[in-house]
């Protein structure tokens, strides 16, 4: 299975369960105006499944596209695991100067803290919520390696991905596209 095919599989998996309490509330609201019946339940049973699935795997394949072009030119790749809470990739050929430069002009930081590693908070959404991200420059290799974490908020629900889509952005914005 490709790893494109195997990010749709997981997303459609926690997209169903996702979308599993809407439509059982649904179910039961139809249960409490119309009464138990079997119309009732035959009509809610030849519905509402579909919905479920069909809802699922339009998620899924909208966050699929979603995450995949977020992670194309930047040399990151859209496999399963960038729905995990931790992400990390690493970056070559930018001086530690232009990236503390980088990151000070970029809006979406805040709390920038000096040293290396370089810590800081990332806003990967237009909101309050941020992602705990830190950049560690090895001198010898002129590599940065970028590390992010996500706190609860982030990782349920439909914001799966949101450490790898700040990851993204944040590998665009040292690199300079």
Not at 67 to 95: C, F, M, N, S
Not at 120 to 149: K, L
């Amino acid at each position: 299975m490709t790893p494109r095919r195997r990010l749709f599989v997981r997303l459609s998996r926690s997209a169903s369960g996702d979308f599993a309490v809407p439509i059982l509330t649904l179910c039961i609201l139809d249960f409490v105006d119309e009464g138990f019946s079997w119309t009732t339940v035959a009509r809610a049973m030849a519905g509402y499944p579909l919905a479920w699935i069909v809802l699922s795997l339009l998620w899924a394949g909208w966050r699929t596209g979603s995450l995949v072009r977020r992670a194309r030119g930047l040399g990151v790749e859209a496999t399963e695991k960038v729905l995990d809470d931790t992400q990390a990739h690493t970056v070559t050929g930018i001086p530690f100067d232009r990236i503390r430069a980088e990151l000070a002009a970029a809006r979406q930081v805040s709390d920038l803290a000096d040293g290396n590693p370089v810590r800081f908070r990332w806003h990967p959404y237009r909101s309050r919520v941020s992602v705990e991200a830190s950049v560690a420059y090895d001198d010898t290799s002129g590599e940065a390696r970028i590390e992010v974490r996500t706190s609860g908020n982030l990782e349920s629900g439909l914001f799966r991905g949101a450490a790898f889509t700040a990851l993204c952005r944040m590998a665009g914005t040292l690199e300079g596209r």
